[in-house]
């Protein structure tokens, strides 16, 4: 059984949006924090936004900050990436993840899963 399913993405020119959803077991969903990161052609996995999953606190990277939206839907176990006015530097596989640690920061080292990756290409 997997423990998280990814959908959406796909390709957009720039300044349009995209959203992305990542629906998870009931294990991973209740981890201390879950969230997107992602990985572009010859890059480094890095982090995109998180949320605490007790207190719903959210963490952005400055990359994204005011065009990306983390959400959640707890019913479904669903968390969701809304993203907004949209670059060709934003191109890559996007990973939803939980983890134990690392929310804040982002440290890859605190998801210990992840999602089977989806692609978002931004043309210019």
């Known amino acids: 059984q997997e423990q998280m399913v990814q959908s959406g993405g796909g390709s957009v020119q720039a300044g349009g949006s995209l959203s992305i959803s990542c629906k998870f077991s009931?294990?991973?969903?209740?981890?201390?924090?879950i969230g997107w990161f992602r990985q572009a052609p010859g890059g480094e996995r890095e982090g995109v936004a998180t949320?605490?999953?007790?207190?719903?606190?959210?963490y952005y990277a400055d990359s994204v900050k005011g065009r990306f939206t983390i959400s959640r839907d707890n019913a479904e176990n669903t968390l969701y990436l809304q993203m907004n006015a949209l670059k060709p530097e934003d191109t890559a596989t996007y990973y939803c993840?939980?983890?134990?640690?690392?929310?804040?920061?982002?440290?890859?080292?605190?998801?210990?899963?992840w999602g089977q990756g989806t692609q978002v290409t931004v043309s210019s």
């Open positions: 993840a939980a983890g134990d640690w690392g929310c804040h920061t982002m440290t890859l080292l605190g998801f210990g899963f």
């Open positions: 009931r294990y991973t969903y209740a981890k201390f924090c």
């Open positions: 949320v605490k999953t007790g207190d719903g606190t959210t």
